[in-house]
């Protein structure tokens, strides 16, 4: 190529020099340590401090590769410096324009544009530092970026005239170089932005993936820990689940005090493996000494040397530090190196720690602790995925605690429920029955023996769920007493199969029949009680009637609230029971009116196993 003036050897020496830097940004944007940093959104400061010295290096690039125009010294400084605050924040853009204004200053020709070089290096560094979020968001726009860098070059121009002592020497320098250098720097901070572009595109990909990876764990993961943390097999899975479907070499699950479960991957052999060597997690292990990686057996198994991460965990009895200082801040820990004095050093110097905490109601119940085979840096992805596993996993635990605390309450309603005995059900079933015992001694017997079995039925049933029958035959016993007081006044009727083998919560009829019995007389005074039992393809259907006057409707209304509805708590609790082990839709079902109530109650045939095996067990 043929160059014939001054403009456009000054245009061709520019686009050299970006392309130079472009390639740079290529060989810098296919490193993984730098892709890494990059999208890390918490950098340490060792991080920090690499990435500055990078975007330095490309601003001393650019300053050494200058073009002489007229006395001056064109250059593309400009891209290096605004690209370290716009893709390494406002920190690293401030070190690294910091660290090339130096080189500029020290080294820039003519010397009396050195100042004003060197202070608008510092300025690209802060401007791009300054709109980092903007472009972190995703919210970046081309034509921004472009008139961004020409708002630089022009502050650029500023200072060259303000801080020069030749003020017109500098002004005549402007004049010939403004346009080339404003538009050329422009388009080249977009090629060099752009080329990293990928690795922002990788960091989506990543983070669909880990998003993919963490929802595929935890539904793995959360059925294991629906117990809480408790030694066992539900533990033992679930450090197994968690090695296998991550690339971990290590994992430790503890509880507040003590360590519940570890795992490892097997590292390949030194040689051919020995038979017959014990497993180390089933040694029992003696005082030991405690260090970053907690409390060590001294001996080992000679025949198992060098020592591997099965040993170092295998000879554990308190949780490491790290998983102790983990709780004691509620937060993650991170250690990439242990001491050098420390026994194990040789051996775990390969591997980086972090240990996060189970935290419930702002207190630490327990920490999982990760071994992962180290890198230049660790992962984002890594540090997240732990993180989030265990913040889902004590959402979990929690949940199954609130799950555990409302069987709890039932099971006190329940109890309630048994021992809540009507008085005047007893004193008129006895004098029912002293009346009796003048003119029939063989019908009172009987009465007692009904009596006796109906307390008994009450206060002595530990099962929560019974068959259907013995609900049913428990109900006739109360029945056949108020039978014997009212006599011909109280009639009662049953249309119920023969097979009544589902089960159902216990004394769940009792309330209902009691109050169709109090309150169901007609205008006449006679009491009519139905009970009809239908069964249908996924429910059985209760329905207990009587021929009273209804249920006022403020007593509705409390019901369907789920307020007591005056000073039994019978009805209530039986809502509120057939709610909550069959669901928000099956509370009672009332059908009031004038001549008489329905009160219709569904019994589903599916249930939850689980739940059902625990309602058996309260």
Same mark, same amino acid.
């Given at each position: 190529m043929n160059i014939h003036t001054d403009g456009d050897r000054l245009v061709? /020496?520019?686009?050299?020099?970006?392309?130079?830097?472009?390639?740079?940004?290529?060989?810098?944007?296919?490193?993984k340590m730098v892709q890494s940093m990059l999208v890390q959104e918490r950098r340490t400061w060792r991080h920090q401090l690499i990435l500055s010295l990078l975007f330095a290096a490309?601003?001393?690039?650019?300053? %050494?590769?200058?073009?002489?125009?007229? #006395?001056?010294?064109?250059?593309?400084?400009?891209?290096?410096?605004?690209a370290a605050g716009l893709l390494g924040g406002p920190l690293v853009g401030m070190y690294a324009s910091f660290l090339g204004a130096i080189y500029v200053y020290i080294f820039s020709t003519p010397k009396i544009f050195a100042s004003a070089a060197a202070f608008s290096t510092v300025l690209f560094g802060l401007l791009g530092?300054?709109?980092?979020?903007?472009?972190?968001? #995703?919210?970046?726009?081309?034509? /921004?970026?472009?008139?961004?860098?020409?708002?630089?070059?022009?502050c650029d121009m500023v200072s060259l005239l303000r801080l020069s002592p030749e003020?017109?020497?500098? %002004?005549?320098?402007?004049?010939?170089?403004? %346009?080339?250098?404003?538009?050329?720097?422009?388009? #080249?901070?977009?090629l060099f932005i752009s080329t990293f572009n990928n690795v922002f595109i990788q960091q989506d990909l990543e983070s669909s993936r880990q998003l993919q990876r963490a929802s595929e764990l935890s539904r793995k993961c959360l059925p294991l820990l629906y117990k809480g943390l408790h030694k066992g097999e539900r533990i033992n899975q679930l450090a197994s689940v968690i090695l296998r479907e991550t690339d971990w070499s290590g994992v430790m699950i503890t509880n507040r005090s003590e360590i519940l479960e570890w795992r490892f991957k097997k590292p390949e052999p030194y040689g051919e493996p020995k038979r017959g060597v014990p497993d180390i997690r089933n040694c029992q292990v003696p005082e030991g000494r405690k260090g970053l990686l907690g409390s060590l057996n001294q001996t080992h198994n000679p025949e198992r040397f060098p020592e591997d991460l099965s040993d170092i965990l295998g000879r554990m009895t308190e949780i490491p530090e790290i998983g102790e200082k983990a709780m004691d801040t509620r937060e993650l820990v991170t250690v990439h190196q242990i001491s050098k004095n420390n026994k194990d050093y040789e051996r775990m110097k390969e591997y980086s720690l972090i240990a996060a905490p189970f935290v419930i109601r702002d207190q630490s119940i327990g920490c999982m602790i990760v071994w992962i085979k180290k890198q230049w840096v660790i992962r984002q992805s890594e540090t997240e995925l732990?993180?989030?596993?265990?913040?889902?996993?004590?959402?979990?635990?929690?949940?199954a605690e609130l799950d555990h605390q409302k069987r709890m309450r039932q099971k006190a309603e329940f109890k309630a429920l048994q021992f809540q005995v009507n008085p005047h059900f007893l004193f008129n079933a006895l004098n029912t029955i002293a009346y009796v015992c003048r003119e029939n001694p063989d019908r009172a017997r009987e009465l007692l023996v009904i009596l006796a079995n109906y307390f008994r039925y009450n206060l002595n049933s530990e099962n929560y769920m019974v068959s259907m029958r013995e609900e049913l035959d428990h109900v006739k016993d109360?029945?056949?007493?108020?039978?014997?007081? %009212?006599? /011909?006044?109280?009639?009662?009727?049953?249309?119920?199969?023969?097979?009544? /083998?589902?089960r159902i919560p216990t004394l769940i009829f009792q309330p209902i029949v009691e109050n169709a019995v109090r309150y169901g007389a007609d205008q006449t005074g006679r009491r009519r009680v139905a009970i009809q039992i239908r069964d249908r393809e996924k429910e059985v259907i209760v329905r207990i009637c009587d021929a009273g006057k209804g249920f006022p409707a403020e007593i509705l209304e409390k019901l369907k609230n789920g307020e007591p509805t005056g000073k039994s708590i019978g009805l209530t609790n039986v809502h509120r029971r057939m709610k909550s082990i069959y669901g928000e839709d099956n509370g009672l079902v009332i059908v009031s009116s004038e001549k008489g109530s329905t009160v219709e109650l569904h019994f589903l045939k599916e249930m939850p196993?689980? #739940?059902?095996d625990e309602n058996r067990n309260n």
């Open positions: 061709f /020496d520019l686009i050299l020099n970006i392309g130079l830097l472009v390639i740079v940004a290529q060989l810098l944007s296919k490193l490309t601003i001393i690039l650019s300053t %050494f590769t200058s073009i002489d125009f007229g #006395g001056y010294n064109l250059n593309t400084r400009v891209i290096g410096a605004m530092g300054s709109f980092y979020p903007y472009f972190q968001r #995703g919210k970046w726009k081309y034509r /921004d970026l472009f008139l961004l860098a020409c708002f630089a070059e022009i003020m017109w020497k500098a %002004f005549e320098t402007i004049l010939q170089i403004s %346009f080339p250098m404003i538009v050329l720097n422009s388009c #080249g901070i977009l732990l993180q989030n596993l265990v913040t889902i996993g004590s959402t979990q635990i929690a949940m109360y029945l056949e007493l108020e039978k014997a007081r %009212f006599e /011909d006044k109280l009639t009662v009727t049953y249309d119920v199969p023969t097979q009544m /083998d589902m196993k689980e #739940g059902e």
